[in-house]
């Protein structure tokens, strides 16, 4: 059975989970002082999670390190990976905006307070306080997962996105029909005939049409809501 979640062996286990690294009693005593916990009772709750297989443990002469176990945690997979990398960033630029214009309301505050009067001041303060509390709360959303693009606006967004993979799909094979064409009974090396033109494909520049239809692909995917 589980342990309460608010029971000393509860707090010990999801703190050595949490940090997932060595640790000893010290470590773990020093970490949970505002549990009220002590180092002994602390000890005794390492051991019996040891013994019970809930952590592991190494000894290295009369210390004892306590780690967690690894088999317990889901390691994501590489495409799990790019995802949460590539959301990741998007919430650092998201994270990066809302910085600005906090600042910029910031900034707004400390002009207004030197050019009205103090009820006025208060008036304004107590607006843009209520602004700066609703993009704080749209930025715990973005963390938590929430989109909070409109159904239409994204729409337009796809719809004008397949338009372009569309028009670059039809440039890309309408120049290789007219390069075929130029090239078929050519004496000339094509590798050093291309360089002689200054023509560049896609792939020497590191782009990938490809890349761009998968991502039309995984959008279609996407579960509602997301």
């Given amino acids: ?12 286990l999801n703190f050595v989970n949490e ?21 002994a009772a602390i000890q005794k709750v390492l051991d019996a999670l040891a013994d019970s ?6 000894e290295y002469g009369k210390q004892k390190i306590y780690l967690a176990r ?8 590489s495409e799990e990976l790019n995802r949460m990398k590539e959301e990741n960033n998007k919430l650092q630029q998201q994270l990066q905006e809302q910085r600005r214009a906090i600042s910029d309301v910031e900034g707004e505050i400390r002009a207004l307070q030197s050019n009205l009067t103090l009820e006025q001041i ?11 509390k609703e993009m704080e ?26 338009e372009k993979v569309s028009h670059w799909r039809r440039r890309k094979r309408m120049f290789k029909d007219l390069w075929d064409a130029i090239t078929e009974n050519s004496p000339k090396d094509l590798k050093e005939f291309k360089e002689e033109l200054g023509i560049e494909y896609d792939e020497d520049v590191g782009v990938s049409l490809q890349s761009y239809g998968d ?3 995984r959008g279609k995917k996407r579960p509602r809501g997301q």
């Avoid at 690894?70 to 997979?77: E, G, K, S």
């Fill in 1 to 12: 059975m589980a342990p309460r979640s608010d029971s000393t062996e509860a707090i010990v």
């Fill in 19 to 39: 940090q997932n690294k060595p640790l000893n009693s010290q470590n773990v005593a020093d970490s949970l002082q505002k549990f009220n916990l002590k180092k």
């Fill in 53 to 58: 297989g809930q952590i592991s443990f190494k």
């Fill in 70 to 77: 690894q088999d317990r945690f889901d390691i994501p997979n």
């Fill in 122 to 132: 208060r008036d304004r303060e107590a607006k843009l306080r209520r602004e700066v």
């Fill in 137 to 162: 709360d749209k930025l715990d959303k973005l963390r938590g997962g929430v989109t909070l693009v409109r159904p239409e606006d994204r729409k337009a967004v796809e719809d004008m996105y397949l």
């Fill in 215 to 217: 991502l039309v692909q």
